[in-house]
């Protein structure tokens, strides 16, 4: 299952969930229904499940255009009523709390759930086709409690089973979990990070797995001025330049998407890198490019934020005491996006 939510990991879903299906994915994953909706109006005709609802969720909607639901307990009567609204039956994925503390039924609540779920498909309301629930720390391979959570998924599966439902799919491992646990993997295995060339563990590189990174954020340096000693630098003043120097102005800031207490970040111009000093505005950010410059060698010139060509996102991320996950979904809708086929280049961080 190629997971595409929060637009792709703001890579762009529908044109991610396109190269995956057609480099070999079976299913499309999304957290909204909203999500889903739009793909499928948008074309993609691929196998897609919808997992995190409220009251206000489209139900009617997601079954109509033949998408799967997750249901963790009270979506679970919500779904009904609007399949008999249509009298169309619903496609169903059971999920199961193993751990993680987040969605998902207890496996207290199980038994009671999956009673409503058999008096419901036996009046042809809906169809129970699948089961999964999600990994908490298999991102820390020596942790012991993912052994835990797939001890309880499989008594999830037995309950499950013994209630008389025939299950399609059953699927837990995130991708963490299919590069470290293959005993996850069941039928069904949902990459997320992995699908966009990064790795999910701290000190493991892309590298490590054969994955290269697909964003690569990239701007133009807007302006390069020569300021004196004691030049203080972006709101609050917060940095001083310690000597005369050249300053260049870049163009993205926290609306961007760039974290805005990453003071510090690498910006990369000329295959060297250049800190960000003082603090990140909401549209630019300013780099000290040193003394000894020729600004026409600046000015115009790209400035790689992260990617190839530069550094890796993680040195964003690590700068901003976030994650890669964190760095590359918030870059907002306002950065235009250019989608070329093929990779950037070779694997690596």
């Not at 003082?278 to 000015?299: E, H, N, S, T, Y």
């Amino acid at each position: 299952m190629a997971v595409v939510k929060a637009d792709g990991y703001g890579h762009g879903a529908l044109q991610v969930a396109t190269a995956a299906l057609e480099a070999g994915a079976g299913w499309v994953g999304c957290a909204h229904v909203t999500e889903a909706l739009a793909l499928r109006k948008a074309g993609i005709e691929a196998p897609m499940l919808a997992w995190l609802h409220t009251h206000d969720t489209p139900f009617d909607d997601a079954i109509a255009a033949g998408i799967d639901l997750g249901v963790s307990g009270w979506d679970l009567d919500a779904i009904a009523a609007s399949a008999q609204r249509l009298q169309a039956p619903a496609r169903i994925h059971l999920k199961v709390d193993t751990g993680l503390g987040r969605n998902g039924s207890t496996m207290a609540d199980l038994p009671g759930l999956l009673q409503r779920a058999s008096e419901y498909q036996e009046a042809g309301l809906l169809r129970v086709v699948g089961i999964f629930s999600h990994l908490a720390v298999a991102d820390e391979p020596e942790r012991p409690e993912t052994d835990m959570q797939l001890a309880v998924f499989d008594e999830a599966i037995a309950l499950v089973e013994a209630a008389g439902f025939d299950l399609e799919v059953r699927h837990i491992a995130n991708t963490p979990g299919i590069l470290s646990r293959p005993d996850s993997h069941h039928e069904l295995v949902r990459l997320g990070l992995g699908l966009y060339g990064l790795s999910p563990f701290e000190n493991e590189t892309p590298g490590s797995f054969g994955l290269r990174p697909a964003m690569k954020l990239v701007t133009r340096v807007a302006n390069v001025k020569k300021v004196p000693l004691n030049q203080g630098v972006s709101y609050g003043l917060s940095y001083h330049t310690t000597a005369e120097t050249y300053l260049g102005l870049i163009p993205l800031g926290y609306a961007d998407g760039l974290p805005r207490i990453a003071t510090g970040a690498p910006v990369t111009i000329n295959g060297k890198s250049y800190p960000v000093r003082g603090r990140i505005a909401m549209d630019q950010c300013v780099i000290d490019l040193g003394p000894d410059v020729d600004p026409a060698d600046f000015l115009g010139v790209e400035a790689v934020i992260f990617g190839e060509g530069g550094q890796s996102v993680n040195t964003w991320a690590y700068a901003a005491n976030t994650i890669n996950y964190e760095v590359v979904t918030r870059i907002s809708p306002r950065v235009p996006r250019y989608y070329i086929q093929g990779s950037w280049g070779e694997a690596g961080e």
